[in-house]
């Protein structure tokens, strides 16, 4: 079993930045991804951005150019430097971990931008 548990949200003002991090525990085998995922109030869940195991970047359209997705192989643990935050980034984020076919889930880190 893997957990992951991410942390680094809270409440910052449009412009700011915060950096969210995704620390995974357990047995970690057949890693292929790992990625950000956010959901808002009333919105279906949506990639953020992802890593592969080869360090292969993607990002949605919306934070291109604003965050940047790391991973600390040494530490487990993944980041995601989000900078010139916008009040449309107010969600919750989430760490997806995709081992072996099976998706893994943390429980979630609130991010609040205010204008």
């Known amino acids: 079993q893997v957990q992951l548990v991410e942390s680094g949200g809270g409440l910052v003002q449009a412009g700011g930045s915060l950096r969210l991090s995704c620390a995974a525990s357990?047995?970690?085998?057949?890693?292929?991804?790992v990625g950000w995922y956010r959901q808002a109030p009333g919105k279906q869940r949506e990639l953020v951005a992802t890593?592969?195991?080869?360090?292969?970047?993607n990002y949605a359209d919306s934070v291109k150019g604003r965050f940047t997705i790391s991973r600390d192989s040494a530490k487990n643990t993944v980041y995601l430097q989000m900078n010139s935050l916008k009040p449309e980034d107010t969600a919750v984020y989430y760490c997806?971990?995709?081992?072996?076919?099976?998706?893994?889930w943390g429980q979630g880190t609130q991010v609040t931008v205010s204008s």
């Open positions: 890593i592969t195991s080869s360090r292969s970047t």
């Open positions: 357990g047995i970690i085998f057949g890693l292929s991804r």
């Open positions: 997806n971990y995709l081992m072996s076919g099976r998706d893994y």
